[in-house]
């Protein structure tokens, strides 16, 4: 059952289930708020008063990351050709900068066996 708090300026949306656990805790799956709490456990609002700084942190810290990823774009147009180039060249600048030399080969090629246990 989903149920919502408002904790400082969020209003945040939570879960609660119910388990054969021994003590409640608190999660965070995909962005929401999930109360595992124990089969014979009521008093969550309780609980969530006591940890209302942890809840707002890590839901804030959620919401930025969120916001950061959607600002990034992914380019998935390259060709294999493309990306050796581009693993290449990492691989030479970090090489200079620890003074290390890595193996010639560092692409290998593997027969897909798809389906054979």
Do not use: A
């Not at 290390?100 to 066996?113: A, D, S």
């Amino acid at each position: 059952m989903e149920k919502q708090v408002r904790i400082y300026n969020l209003d945040i949306n939570y879960n609660v289930i119910h388990r054969d656990i021994k003590f409640p805790r608190l999660e965070f799956r995909t962005g929401k708020l999930c109360l595992i709490l124990p089969k014979n456990y009521t008093e969550y609002d309780n609980l969530i008063e006591k940890h209302h700084d942890w809840i707002y942190n890590k839901m804030t810290f959620v919401n930025e990351t969120v916001n950061k990823s959607t600002e990034k774009i992914v380019q998935t147009e390259k060709t294999v050709d493309e990306l050796k180039e581009l693993i290449y060249d990492y691989v030479k600048k970090i090489s200079k900068k620890h003074k290390i030399h890595p193996q010639e080969n560092l692409f290998q090629e593997h027969e897909i066996k798809m389906g054979k246990l």
